[in-house]
């Protein structure tokens, strides 16, 4: 029995550790991964099935989905500052699955490309809330070091993600990826919420009003830090995006790749993912910016080298050097995102939330009109690609360095 000098303490509930934190955050972020790239291996037979007489229209079930995650994050954004971080990511969740069902139903594209934008707008809570939780917790150079453990997690996602989606359509129905995803979503959402607290107390919250949400708005967008960043950021991702939205047309089509398709994807993506690796153990020592800059600069010269060899081999170069040099660019992209997110944050303080609802917002925003309009001129060539990389980034590149 404890006496009055001595008072018992009372109970609370101990924060997770760093390495399971790291792993909770890093599932819920690539909830939006596994929603994209397990679907790859199915466009072809979700195009037959929904007859769909344009092959390039399926593409539309990939880069659309960054439709409703821009207009997802917008809301979620001001109702994690208001409401709670946990209260955004478990009714986003919900949301998720009611878009799951809508789609695991569609019997038209119409039908389809609805269901999409609903599960991408639900799926907008965990990410933004996620991002918000990782900024409350930590800031500066030691939140980029997090974020690149995250993404180093988050990559084995879309490394497996078609293989998954493959093995799914090998026992069953493209209809059951979807299955999947309420079953996963499920899981997520009752491990966040037994294991995870709240990270935004009750007297730091955001009470929702429009003058306040109009004050706040004007204040991220007229900050020029993080407005070049954001900008920068969606620029370069539209060109990757057309790259995701294409890849199933590029290595089954153009070349001829066949069940392989899904071990090229992984190859990439563990690019991406040894990037963000190598990028959590410098970041401290050497900076974000240094390191962004570096990786800017490599975007642009693999890009080059891509562009260059679509020339000298008419539009397809071999297999063999198409994938190298897309390994050593995608390592750049490791390297830029995390980053560039931490720097863009990096001044927003209380208003994580909202502040990442813009920065993911206007990202996904730019990406896609950027994807639609590259993967428009993709038939039997990689050079809109190629070219699309070159100019999208090099435009990029101007805003991230105006940033400083």
Same mark, same amino acid.
């Given at each position: 029995?404890?006496?009055?000098?001595?008072?018992?303490?009372?109970?609370?509930?101990?924060?997770?550790?760093?390495?399971?934190?790291? !792993?909770?955050? %890093?599932?819920?972020?690539?909830?939006?991964?596994?929603?994209?790239?397990? =679907?790859?291996?199915?466009?072809?037979? *979700?195009?037959?099935?929904?007859?769909?007489?344009?092959?390039?229209?399926?593409?539309?079930?990939?880069?659309?989905?960054? &439709?409703?995650?821009?207009?997802?994050?917008?809301?979620?954004?001001?109702?994690?500052?208001?409401?709670?971080?946990?209260? %955004?990511?478990?009714?986003?969740? &919900? *949301?998720?699955?009611?878009?799951? /069902?809508?789609?695991?139903?569609?019997?038209?594209?119409?039908? =389809?490309?609805?269901?999409?934008?609903?599960?991408?707008?639900?799926?907008?809570?965990?990410? &933004?809330?996620?991002?918000?939780?990782?900024?409350?917790?930590?800031?500066?150079?030691?939140?980029?070091?997090?974020?690149?453990?995250?993404?180093?997690?988050?990559?084995?996602?879309?490394?497996?993600?078609?293989?998954?989606?493959?093995? /799914?359509?090998?026992?069953?129905?493209?209809?059951?990826?979807?299955?999947?995803?309420?079953?996963?979503?499920?899981?997520?959402?009752?491990?966040?919420?037994?294991?995870?607290?709240?990270?935004?107390?009750?007297?730091?919250?955001?009470?929702?009003?429009?003058?306040?949400?109009?004050?706040?708005?004007?204040?991220?967008?007229?900050?020029?830090?993080?407005?070049?960043?954001? *900008?920068?950021?969606?620029?370069?991702?539209?060109?990757?995006?057309?790259?995701?939205?294409?890849?199933?047309?590029?290595?089954?089509?153009?070349?001829?790749?066949?069940?392989?398709?899904?071990?090229?994807?992984?190859?990439?993506?563990?690019?991406?993912?040894?990037?963000?690796?190598?990028?959590?153990?410098?970041?401290?020592?050497?900076? =974000?910016?240094?390191?962004?800059?570096? %990786?800017?600069?490599?975007?642009?010269?693999?890009?080059?080298?891509?562009?260059?060899? #679509?020339?000298?081999?008419?539009?397809?170069?071999?297999?063999?050097?198409?994938?190298?040099?897309?390994? #050593?660019?995608?390592?750049?992209?490791?390297?830029?995102?995390?980053?560039?997110?931490?720097?863009?944050?990096?001044?927003?303080?209380?208003?994580?939330?909202?502040?990442?609802?813009? *920065?993911?917002?206007?990202?996904?925003?730019?990406?896609?009109?950027? %994807?639609?309009?590259?993967?428009?001129?993709?038939?039997?060539? !990689?050079?809109?690609?190629?070219?699309?990389? #070159?100019?999208?980034?090099?435009?990029?590149?101007?805003?991230?360095?105006?940033?400083?």
């Amino acid at each position: 029995m404890s006496s009055p000098e001595h008072p018992t303490p009372p109970l609370t509930k101990p924060d997770i550790s760093l390495s399971e934190f790291v !792993v909770l955050m %890093a599932v819920m972020t690539s909830l939006v991964a596994l929603s994209i790239d397990a =679907m790859l291996p199915a466009l072809h037979h *979700i195009g037959q099935d929904l007859q769909i007489t344009n092959s390039q229209d399926t593409h539309l079930i990939v880069s659309l989905f960054f &439709i409703g995650m821009g207009f997802g994050q917008l809301y979620y954004g001001p109702v994690s500052d208001d409401k709670g971080r946990r209260y %955004a990511i478990l009714s986003g969740l &919900i *949301i998720f699955a009611i878009g799951s /069902i809508i789609c695991m139903l569609a019997e038209s594209l119409t039908v =389809m490309l609805v269901g999409r934008v609903i599960q991408a707008f639900g799926v907008s809570g965990p990410r &933004i809330a996620a991002l918000a939780v990782i900024r409350d917790k930590y800031e500066g150079e030691a939140m980029a070091r997090v974020m690149s453990f995250i993404m180093m997690v988050f990559i084995l996602v879309p490394m497996v993600a078609p293989s998954f989606g493959q093995a /799914i359509m090998f026992w069953a129905s493209w209809r059951h990826i979807f299955s999947s995803f309420l079953l996963i979503g499920l899981l997520v959402g009752i491990w966040f919420f037994i294991r995870q607290p709240e990270t935004l107390p009750k007297e730091m919250r955001q009470s929702f009003n429009w003058s306040q949400l109009w004050q706040s708005s004007k204040f991220i967008l007229s900050h020029k830090l993080v407005m070049f960043y954001t *900008i920068s950021t969606g620029l370069i991702f539209g060109a990757f995006l057309a790259y995701i939205s294409a890849s199933q047309t590029i290595f089954q089509h153009i070349y001829d790749t066949g069940e392989l398709f899904p071990l090229y994807f992984a190859l990439l993506a563990f690019s991406i993912g040894f990037a963000s690796f190598i990028n959590g153990t410098l970041v401290m020592r050497l900076g =974000m910016r240094t390191l962004c800059t570096w %990786a800017m600069i490599g975007w642009l010269i693999f890009s080059t080298l891509l562009l260059i060899s #679509c020339w000298l081999y008419a539009g397809i170069p071999p297999m063999w050097l198409f994938v190298s040099v897309l390994f #050593c660019a995608f390592f750049c992209i490791g390297v830029l995102f995390g980053n560039i997110n931490a720097m863009a944050m990096q001044p927003l303080g209380n208003m994580a939330g909202l502040g990442a609802a813009i *920065i993911g917002s206007l990202s996904s925003l730019f990406s896609v009109p950027i %994807a639609v309009f590259i993967g428009g001129f993709l038939e039997q060539s !990689v050079t809109p690609i190629a070219l699309g990389f #070159c100019v999208f980034g090099l435009i990029s590149f101007v805003f991230y360095w105006k940033a400083e």
